[in-house]
C-alpha cells in the first residue's frame, strides 16, 4: 500500500508559479514510478509529468519549459514547480505512483485566474 498526499495548490495570477508537493507513505526510491496528472473540469485526466526512481523525467507537451518534476527521497516528497502558469492549466492537480498497481493522491486544486 502506499499512500499519497498532495499539497501547495491554490489560486494564482496569469504568469505567477505554484510549488505542488507529493509526500509518499514508503520510499519513494522503492517505487518505480511517480508523477502528476491534473483534471480540468469536463476534460479528462491528462499526464503532466513523471518521474522514475532511477531519476529520469518526462513532461508533458502542454508545461515543457514551464514545470519542473522533482524530487526528495529523503523526505518521500515528489515535486511540481510550475512556472508561467497560464489560465488552461487550472484543474484538479494528482500525484500518482506506480507500485504493482496504480495509486492516487486526492487531489490539489491549482486555479490560474486575474
Known amino acids: 500500500q502506499v499512500q499519497l498526499v498532495e499539497s501547495g495548490g491554490g489560486l494564482v495570477q496569469p504568469g505567477g508559479s505554484l510549488r505542488l508537493s507529493c509526500t509518499a507513505s514508503?520510499?519513494?526510491?522503492?517505487?518505480?514510478?511517480m508523477g502528476w496528472y491534473r483534471q480540468a473540469p469536463g476534460k479528462q485526466r491528462e499526464l503532466v509529468a513523471t518521474?522514475?526512481?532511477?531519476?529520469?523525467?518526462n513532461n508533458a507537451d502542454s508545461v515543457k519549459g514551464r514545470f519542473t518534476i522533482s524530487r526528495d527521497i529523503a523526505k518521500n516528497t515528489v515535486y511540481l514547480q510550475m512556472n508561467s502558469l497560464k489560465p488552461d492549466d487550472t484543474a484538479l492537480y494528482y500525484c500518482?505512483?506506480?507500485?504493482?498497481?496504480?495509486?492516487w493522491g486526492q487531489g490539489t486544486q491549482v486555479t490560474v485566474s486575474s
Open positions: 518521474i522514475t526512481n532511477g531519476g529520469r523525467t
Open positions: 514508503k520510499n519513494i526510491f522503492s517505487i518505480p514510478t
Open positions: 500518482h505512483a506506480i507500485y504493482y498497481k496504480d495509486y
